[in-house]
């Protein structure tokens, strides 16, 4: 049976409508790009596959002080029972040996005096390996293999005891929790200063303890692919900032902005302001330091990514002078004010510097032209409140109006009426 056709023609129907609508091009996401350094500071990176894991065993102080807190507690307390276990094992069998534990014998002398049981043995162990020593139980003058075995044990107890002190200070004063008063502002910026196109970022130092050589390096990484084809997932370029000048030490005694002047040796170079958005770039701030408290060297990490970087923004000035003290302003940190910066690249304002000067002509008369609006405004509220001031006056004083005086003046043929005001 053939299908029953429609009165309306398929072409007005509603699929065909549908079909001829134009449509609006649909702009999808880019997807999340995993960060190489995360905004805290830590890298964000996997190991896996790591077939020779006995390296980590050659070098255990360093493998203590890099695990997490709770393994390192369970490691030493297992590590303090196993040997207290072990020695007091160690003390049974000695007893054992001696005759220590038979009850039937008599008139014969303890290698440990009231060492009966395991538990006894365990009890002093424990006192032997911590210096404890409550008097009850004490080794006597006639074994010899109790005195070896005495040594041991306090050898054995040091060891252990030196490995968590030394594992406990150093990670209590490692490197990054000073790094923790290390601040980065949240957002980068790029705008025109000097009449170049920078890169800029703010740092800061919550504490009065100063960095001493501190310095700032910069990197971008992105994905590359070399002229024969290979493919580089992680290339790290350096990026030369303003104040590489000898040392590249900075007195980092209040909040400073890091620039880095885009040119032509800067991978930013090509990059416009839209392009910029659609890229696939990471910027890494690393800055380094010695603490002037402990001497030990430390480190602070932070990365941008395209959508943490705004384009024609400028840091707010947070340094103020009140009262001969300088003050700092940290609620104001990560403020970034909008200035005029042009959206091309680099590049096109190196080729072509009348762009930058037709930007800056134009920011300047909308300025003005808001300069103008505004005072216009402010040139009407004035009048509208002068007339609404004066209309009150005239409503106040309108009571004081002279009255009218009437004047009679006879005349020949009659009286006439003459009103003077």
Not at 38 to 58: D, M
Not at 165 to 188: D, P, V, Y
Not at 328 to 339: A, E, I
Not at 371 to 398: E, P, V, Y
């Amino acid at each position: 049976m053939l299908a029953r056709k429609s009165i309306i023609p398929e072409e007005f129907g509603l699929p065909g409508l549908v079909s001829r609508m134009p449509r609006k091009p649909v702009f999808r996401d880019r997807v999340n790009k995993a960060r190489f350094i995360a905004k805290n500071g830590s890298c964000n990176l996997a190991h896996k596959n790591i077939r020779e894991q006995g390296r980590f065993l050659q070098d255990v102080f360093t493998t203590l002080v890099d695990l997490k807190w709770r393994f390192t507690l369970v490691i030493f307390t297992t590590t303090f029972v196993s040997s207290w276990l072990l020695f007091a094992m160690s003390w049974w069998l000695v007893a054992f040996a001696h005759g220590d534990l038979d009850p039937t014998r008599e008139n014969m002398t303890d290698c440990v005096k009231n060492l009966k049981s395991f538990t006894s043995a365990f009890l002093f162990s424990i006192e032997v390996q911590v210096t404890i020593g409550f008097g009850e139980r004490v080794i006597t003058e006639q074994c010899p293999t109790a005195i070896t075995v005495l040594i041991l044990q306090n050898i054995v107890g040091l060891i252990i005891n030196a490995v968590m002190l030394g594992c406990i200070f150093m990670k209590t004063a490692q490197s990054n929790r000073r790094a923790e008063t290390l601040i980065f502002s949240r957002h980068a910026v790029i705008a025109v200063r000097n009449n170049r196109l920078c890169f800029m970022i703010r740092i800061g130092d919550l504490r009065k303890s100063m960095i001493i050589g501190a310095t700032v390096r910069l990197q971008v990484v992105r994905k590359t692919t070399t002229p024969e084809g290979e493919v580089i997932p992680i290339h790290q370029i350096d990026v030369q900032t303003e104040s590489a000048v000898g040392s590249n030490s900075l007195f980092l005694l209040a909040p400073l902005i890091i620039c880095h002047i885009i040119d032509k040796n800067s991978p930013l170079y090509d990059l416009s302001a839209m392009e910029l958005q659609c890229s696939d770039l990471e910027v890494i701030v690393i800055l380094e330091g010695v603490v002037e408290t402990t001497g030990i060297t430390t480190q602070a990490r932070t990365s941008y990514v395209s959508e943490e970087i705004q384009w024609g923004h400028r840091f707010v000035p947070i340094v103020t002078e009140e009262e001969g003290v300088y003050s700092v302003d940290y609620s104001k940190f990560g403020n970034t004010v909008k200035v005029a910066t042009p959206c091309c690249s680099a590049r096109e304002l190196d080729e072509k510097p009348s762009i930058l000067i037709q930007t800056l002509q134009k920011s300047e008369l909308s300025h003005q032209n808001s300069l103008r609006k505004r005072n216009s405004m402010r040139r009407n509220n004035s009048m509208r409140k002068g007339a609404g001031s004066s209309g009150s006056l005239r409503r106040n004083n309108s009571g004081l109006a002279v009255p009218k005086v009437q004047f009679f003046t006879p005349t020949d043929g009659g009286q006439n009426l003459n009103a003077v005001t």
